[in-house]
């Protein structure tokens, strides 16, 4: 089987047992359901509640802090409540407060998909398996939302390389039969599974960076330009193919794609910010950072981020130092743990009180993390 057609293999077979529930359900429902006499009721599998492992580090924490949550609370079980532990990413909180719902309402695959992804924020990877183990086959189910077909065939991936293969066989099912859906759709109603269908690929994609098969992956993205007329998705797509070459030091084929992505723009005046930040990740690649300047008015902390790696690297550490402090100060938001990570790094190297400085740090950034914080990214 050539390289293209296997993205877009479908089964005939596969096309007329789904085309036959059509008329049926939603077009986001449709999916190839196996003749299977009853299906499974999931279930939580009991464990201990997670709880808040941030507050046995904080110092100065006072007991009326708004930032603990007790998800075991009445008050708290609410829908709200659970919106308010994600856009906080209290991932334990959210996960304690989905074993409480779902002990009763068992067949919400919703709340389902959010319990399994806060779970892979926390990489408790062996209860996302052991829980999808009591859905049975999840082809026996009529409404499963696609989301959480996709998260349990990446699961093996997030799990270790030898479950590598696992994923991908999982993926490779999960596009063949997509393709088959697109097969039988209109035109008019194809832009859902299209989207479904980018996808999955971008997730096998990013398998293959982790076996470091960087053929397979540009073979995906090169087919997804060659079938795209949105000018606006080919230049992200060869940006992408610019950030995967780099990180395999193939300067020369990560130019091409950076030309190519040029060549697309109506005009070359003025780039677009992802134009200027891919030309300072040439610039960090090269070690051009001299002549690096800062050609953009900083204000994405991605950003900044880069270019305190490129201050450190010219041997301004303070200057680096000021910038990630000013970034945490000045936003809230900007407070992420490999930018969290990076300052205390810097701190270790910059002075013999970073333990002091590391502890200071926590009380400040204790007023706005939520209970989902890694701990690592403190260096204790």
């Given at each position: ?71 075991l609370?009445?008050d708290?079980?609410t ?39 806060c779970l892979?924020k ?23 939302p ?7 065939a ?16 999982r ?34 994609a ?40 780099l990180?395999?030091v193939?300067?020369?084929?990560a ?32 070690n ?8 953009i ?31 945490i ?40 993390i939520?209970d989902?914080f ?7």
């Amino acid at each position: 089987m050539s390289s293209q057609s296997i993205w877009f293999a479908y089964d005939p077979h596969w096309a007329s047992t789904i085309r036959a529930r059509l008329n049926e359900i939603d077009i986001s429902d449709l999916w190839l359901i196996e003749n299977v006499t009853s299906t499974q009721t999931p279930h939580i599998i009991p464990d201990k509640y997670l709880g808040n492992p941030i507050q046995q580090i904080i110092t100065k924490k006072s007991s009326d802090n708004e930032n603990s949550f007790d998800p075991l609370r009445g008050d708290h079980q609410t829908i709200e409540s659970l919106n308010n532990f994600l856009q906080r990413q209290c991932w334990r909180s959210a996960v304690d407060w989905t074993t409480n719902y779902l002990l009763k309402y068992p067949n919400d695959y919703h709340i389902w998909f959010i319990r399994f992804a806060c779970l892979i924020k926390l990489r408790l990877f062996q209860t996302i398996e052991n829980e999808f183990e009591t859905f049975g086959n999840l082809n026996s189910y009529n409404k499963l939302p696609f989301s959480l077909r996709l998260l349990h065939a990446e699961l093996p991936i997030y799990m270790d390389s030898n479950h590598f293969h696992d994923g991908l066989d999982r993926l490779f099912r999960l596009l063949m039969i997509t393709n088959t859906i697109l097969s039988i759709l209109p035109k008019d109603q194809t832009q859902l599974w299209h989207k479904r269908r980018l996808r999955i690929l971008y997730s096998i994609a990013n398998c293959y960076i982790l076996m470091k098969r960087i053929d397979l992956i540009i073979s995906i993205i090169e087919n997804q330009i060659i079938k795209n007329e949105n000018l606006e998705q080919q230049i992200e797509l060869y940006l992408l193919i610019v950030r995967i070459l780099l990180q395999t030091v193939d300067d020369y084929n990560a130019q091409r794609a950076f030309d190519r992505a040029l060549n697309l723009l109506p005009s070359q005046e003025n780039l677009p910010k992802e134009f200027l930040l891919t030309k300072e990740l040439f610039s960090l690649f090269r070690n051009d950072l001299l002549t690096n300047k800062l050609i953009i008015t900083l204000k994405n902390p991605i950003e900044i981020n880069n270019h305190c790696v490129i201050l450190l690297y010219m041997s301004k550490m303070k200057e680096s130092l000021d910038l990630y402090e000013k970034l945490i100060r000045d936003k809230q938001e900007n407070i992420h743990e490999a930018i969290i990570y990076n300052i205390c790094t810097i701190y270790e190297l910059e002075s013999f009180r970073f333990t002091q400085k590391k502890h200071d740090l926590i009380d400040y950034i204790s007023q706005y993390i939520g209970d989902g914080f890694s701990l690592t990214a403190l260096k204790l």
